[in-house]
Structures are given as C-alpha cells and as structure tokens.
C-alpha cells in the first residue's frame, strides 16, 4: 500500500509526527505500533455527558476494526496477587501483546513499553527541563523558546501539567511552598525529601573536595496529570478534571496504569478526539476524515530505499504476515531500542547507508535507584504519584575553568506500588540485612509468631504490619538521574540487538553512579536511615544498572562522520561524502529518544518532545 507518510511508533516522538502531519493536511498516512490499546478497567460511576454525537470508546472502535484490534487492561490488584498480573503483562517472545518490555544487556537492564501512547503507558509523568550546562555539553542545540513549545504541546495535546505533593488535592494552593499550619499536608515522602536536603546538602558542601552547588532545592515537580481544580468563589468544580470527572487520588500506581484514568497517556491524545466535550486532543485515530490509520500490532522490521520511496516492512501480529508499505516521508519513532536495532537492520542487509556512528553515544541518563531504609519520621512511599518533586545538584572540579565539568544530579522521590510492597520489602531484608534496624526485623520477620498472629490479628498493636502501606511506611525510595559520558554502543549479532561499553571503560565505573550514592548516603542519613543501594547493584548483579530512561543510539551531530542525524533530525546518507550540498536521504527523519546524543540529568520526555517539535515543523513547515 501507498501512503503519504509513515511514523513507526506511537510514543512521544510518534504523537508529535502525526499531529504534525494531520496539520499539515497528510489525509493518507500510516502509523504502526508494534504494541495493543492499554487502558483501565474502572469506570467513572458518574460519567460526563457523552458527546453529541456519540463517539465511541477505545473498545467500541477497537472491536469494529477489521481485524478487531486488541484491548488489555492494566495490571489490577494492588496487593502481593498483582504481581502475577504484572508478568502477564511482560512482553516476549511468547506474549507479544505484553506492555512491558525488560531489555537484558550485559551491564545493564532496559525497561521501555509497549503499546499504543508507548512510554506514556508507564511511565511517571514528569516533565523537566535539563540544564543548559548539560544540553551544551552533549551539543543539543535546543533553547527556552524549543522547551516553551514541548511544555505547550504537553497540555495542548494532553491536558494541563499540575504539581502533586499534597495527600489531597487543595485548590488555590501554592504547594511549592505552604505554611506551617499546613505542612502535615505534604505527602510525606515529598516532605522527607525536602527536609533532608536542608540537612544533607550543606553538610555535602562543607565535606567535599569539590565544589558542590545546590540549584532548585526541592521543587514539586511538573506532571502530565488531572488534579482536582475549583472557582475561587463558586467553589465549584472547574478545569479538565471537571470535564472529565476524574482526578488523581493518590493511588501511587502511575508505573502500572491509573486506574482512576488521571494520567494523560498518549492513547488518549491519538484517539479521544476532544477535550471530553471541547477540541482538545488530537482524536485522529478515531476520526475517519483525518486519513490517519493506526495498524498496531505491527512490528516494523527493515527500511528499503526504493526509487523516491521508503518501502517499510513489518509483521503483522494479527495474523501473522509479512507487509509492506511505501511512502516518500517516515517518521521513525519506534524509541531509543527500536529505532536504533530498524536502521541497523536495514544497514545490516543493504536497503540504506547510514553513518558509521549508527548504534553509539548510547546513554544511561545516569539512572540509579537506591533506599533509605528505616527512616525516622513515616514516609508511606505506597501513596501518591510516582514522582512528585526533585532537587538538583551539581559537582564540579575545582579551578576547571570549562563550563561543563561538572556532574549535573537529580534526585527524585519515588513511589512503589502497593502491589510490590512485600516484594521490595521481602529482597532488601533478605539481601541488605545490616540496613534493618533489629526492630523493624523483628516486625517482618516471618516466623511462627507472625503466622499466628495473621491468623488472629491483634488489634491493640500499632506495629502489627498489616497493610502494604505499613510495609513500606519506612523506606524512601531515590529516583536518579545524572551525567555519563554515552559511551555504549548497540550492535546487532544474529539479528538480534546487543548492547555493550568499551572493555576498559565498563559502565559501572562511570564516576557519576560513585557521586550519586555519596548524596544519596547523606540524605538518607539525614532521614535517619540506613542506606541500602539497588539489589542488582551491589548484591545479586556485579553492579548492573536498570535504566528506564535509555538515550542515544541514532545522535545528533553536524556531519555524517560525527551522527546520524543533523539538528533537524534528518537522517544523514552515509554514500554522500562529507560537505556535499545536499547530505540527506530525503524525506527520512528520527524523532524520538534514539536522537538524543547523551545524558540529560533529568527526565527526557520534554527534551524528546522539543527535539521532535523541532524536527516536524522543519520537515513539514507546520507550527504545532
Ligand atoms: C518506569 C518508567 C518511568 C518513566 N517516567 C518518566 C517520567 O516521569 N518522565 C519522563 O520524562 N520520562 C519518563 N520515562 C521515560 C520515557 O517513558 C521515555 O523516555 C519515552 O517514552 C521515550 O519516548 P520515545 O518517543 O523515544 O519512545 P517510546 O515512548 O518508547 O515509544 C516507542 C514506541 O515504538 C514502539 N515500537 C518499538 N519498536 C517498534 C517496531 N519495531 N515497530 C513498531 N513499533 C515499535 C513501541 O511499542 C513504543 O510504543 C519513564 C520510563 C519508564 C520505563
Ligand atoms: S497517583 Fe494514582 S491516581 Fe494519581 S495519577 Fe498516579 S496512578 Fe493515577
């Protein structure tokens, strides 16, 4: 079939090609998503008044496509049996229609999604903008006015960014900052974090044989989802989540799926079509004028160049054939993993010649994990968004005069799902022993004692740990995120993607994961914990890491010798020597995290959306 454009990947970078192609009035485009609609199970006891006239829901329209397209719904329970529903919802060989995809490389693990809205399906919603600092130093050449846009697009396609730290919503609040009287309305992880940075910074900043600056101590951090708002005067419900009758209620199970449907995942911005009743989202899914077809369960295999055409090939999972599709403009959004592993294919058999460079700048965004455990004052890391605020650090060599010496960090509070509660409590005890106090040994233990009494509760005691929120009520859980030096490299062997640093520079060695752990050691004793680092880091793995916000593979660079694609993310031809006029394979553009070229010490969704904005609006001279 003939089309005028093709996107590979409903993602970030996927969402942003195909509003752009629907505003530049592309009425005959194709977008495949290897992936299936994800969505809750709940619904609203009180629904808003249906649009006139009627559209359908996800379901409807998927049951009435032909063939009928595939609806799962999130992991449930939110205790212990929830993780039973957690594996079925792991993506293999076997489980093709699987959510999440656990990418296991010799030094380090990659969680990524898959499913229509790609990452936006798991993950914490969190927008953030890097350093300038950092942005110079991996050569991104984004500015404010490129992040003004990325933060535009996230609430004109999506919905408004609200700051969630409080236990309930308080409208009309200033959270970054409320008075005493109502600090107890923190969420108390959030409170932790930022008391603990008022302790363990400056002590940090006195021990150091660096400089040590603090820039943004403690902030509530921006996130992609509804919280309840109302009119100052009226107080009456105001806002999208009036609209939607539906707001965050603190569930802290963003990374399986909201099931009070708060979050705005892309799906929604793909298919709802309208703000609930005004024209917010992009709806071209489910709207058969915009020409915009969406074929998920379609896993794009290899890119041809034929003629002025790109022949992209893909397995259709639905009834297990080999198609293929041309079109003169492809959009390659298939991720950092999916992208990278489609062109090295399509360069492996001789369909497009691509820069050397292809597979490298590969970057951990620095991602490490790491608890505080037994902490003095109750945390209760079960409640509350995934993330809700960060504080940002940076280390730098003394009397180095260049401006990027330094070691950019983020650390975040992070949310553990109740479902995970006895797990994550069950590995730490067992493998960082000495991080249990004897006290809080004494209360989990499984022993003969505990077994009686679960099986007659004793109702007179505080410390009867019961629910999965006492289980964690004392262990904070650290987000990270700094800077390496995008040093990995992705290679394919037996058609299958392999991922690999320099023998003499192996990951784990990178000093940022040695800086990260000497902040996270004081803020955790400034909670009045012990600090236990990741499992896989120090105990079951020879120091592997879990990065869940995986960059580079496809980079940015001014020539073909240095990337693979140029500022505009147009993909460079590898047969055209270096300073010809016209050094591009036309019509060929990559949009996603894989054109990133290194770490950005924070969350990358906004970055890859400005990247994306910026590359569209080149290639199709459209303003989002
Ligand atoms: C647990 C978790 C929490 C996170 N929290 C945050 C956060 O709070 N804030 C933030 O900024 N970032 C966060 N991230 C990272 C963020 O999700 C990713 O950086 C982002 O989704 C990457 O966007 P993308 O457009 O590059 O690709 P993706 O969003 O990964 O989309 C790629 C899409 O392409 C599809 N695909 C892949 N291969 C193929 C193929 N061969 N054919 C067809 N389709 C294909 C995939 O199924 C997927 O839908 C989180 C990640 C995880 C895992
Ligand atoms: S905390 Fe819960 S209710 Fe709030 S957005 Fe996350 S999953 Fe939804």
């Not at 009070?260 to 298919?271: D, G």
């Not at 004793?458 to 859980?477: G, H, K, R, V």
Request: proline share 7%.
């Amino acid at each position: 079939m003939a089309f005028d454009a093709i996107v590979i990947g409903t993602g970030f970078g996927g969402t942003v090609a195909a509003a752009a192609l629907h505003k530049a009035g592309k009425t005959n485009v194709l977008v495949l998503e290897r992936g299936t609609w994800w969505i809750t199970p709940e619904k609203l006891g009180k629904p808003p008044a249906p649009a006139q006239p009627p559209k359908p829901t996800i379901p409807e329209f998927a049951a009435a496509q032909q063939p009928a397209e595939t609806v799962q719904y999130w992991p449930r329970p939110d205790h212990k049996r929830g993780i039973a529903d957690l594996l079925a919802a792991v993506r293999t060989s076997a489980n093709k229609k699987g959510l999440y995809e656990y990418s296991i490389f010799k030094e380090a693990h990659i969680l990524t999604a898959s499913g229509v809205g790609g990452g936006s399906l798991l993950y914490s919603n969190v927008n953030l903008r890097p350093k300038d600092e950092v942005l110079n130093g991996i050569g991104l050449n984004l500015n404010q006015a490129d992040y003004d846009k990325s933060r535009a697009f996230m609430e004109k396609y999506r919905g408004k960014l609200n700051k969630i730290v409080t236990k309930i919503p308080l409208p009309g609040k200033n959270v970054d900052n409320l008075g005493p009287d109502e600090d107890y309305l923190y969420l108390d992880r959030s409170r932790a974090l930022r008391d603990a940075s008022k302790v363990a910074l400056p002590k940090l900043k006195q021990q150091l044989g660096v400089e040590f600056t603090v820039t943004d101590e403690w902030k509530p951090l921006e996130l992609s989802l509804l919280e309840y708002e109302e009119d100052p005067n009226t107080h009456k419900p105001i806002g999208d989540a009036a609209d939607a009758h539906t707001h965050c209620e603190r569930q802290g199970r963003c990374l399986l799926g909201c099931l009070p449907a708060a979050r705005h995942t892309l799906n929604k911005t793909l298919f709802q079509g309208h703000k609930f009743q005004g024209q917010l989202f992009g709806g071209y899914i489910r709207d058969p004028s915009s020409g915009i077809t969406l074929t998920p369960q379609a896993k794009v295999l290899h890119i041809k160049r034929t003629g002025n055409n790109y022949e992209v090939t893909y397995e259709d999972y639905r009834n297990n054939q080999t198609q293929t599709a041309t079109a003169p403009i492809v959009f390659l959004a298939a991720g950092v993993l999916g992208t990278t592993e489609i062109l090295l294919r399509s360069q492996d058999k001789g369909f497009l010649n691509l820069s050397k460079t292809l597979g490298s700048h590969f970057s951990t965004n620095g991602d490490f994990g790491g608890f505080a455990v037994g902490t003095k004052n109750p945390v209760y890391t079960t409640r509350g968004p995934i993330n809700t605020c960060d504080i940002r650090v940076k280390f730098e060599t003394a009397g180095n005069p260049s401006p990027f010496t330094g070691t950019w960090i983020t650390i975040e509070d992070s949310g553990i799902p109740a479902m995970l509660a006895s797990f994550v409590k069950g590995a730490l005890e067992t493998l960082d022993p000495q991080a249990f106090s004897q006290q809080m040994k004494a209360l989990w233990s499984p022993n003969v004692f505990t077994a009686l009494r679960n099986l007659f509760p004793d109702t007179s005691s505080p410390d009867n740990f019961q629910t999965e929120a006492e289980m964690l009520s004392n262990i904070f859980f650290f987000n990270v995120m700094g800077t390496d030096d995008a040093s990995g490299k992705f290679t394919l062997h037996n058609n299958k993607l392999d991922l690999n640093w320099p023998a003499n520079k192996p990951i784990w060695k990178n000093p940022v994961f040695g800086k990260i752990e000497k902040v996270l050691r004081e803020l955790t004793a400034a909670m009045g914990g012990q600090y236990a680092s990741f499992p896989l880091w120090d105990k079951l793995g020879d120091h592997k890491l879990i990065i869940t916000h995986p960059l580079g593979g496809c980079p940015i660079a001014p020539t073909v010798a240095d990337g693979v694609i140029d500022e505009f993310g147009r993909v460079f031809d590898g047969s055209k020597p270096q300073g010809a006029a016209d050094p591009f394979l036309p019509g060929l553009f990559v949009v996603d995290g894989s054109a990133i070229p290194g770490a950005l010490a924070c969350n990358p969704t906004l970055t890859i959306a400005a990247q994306a904005i910026k590359t569209v609006e080149k290639a199709l001279g459209v303003a989002l």
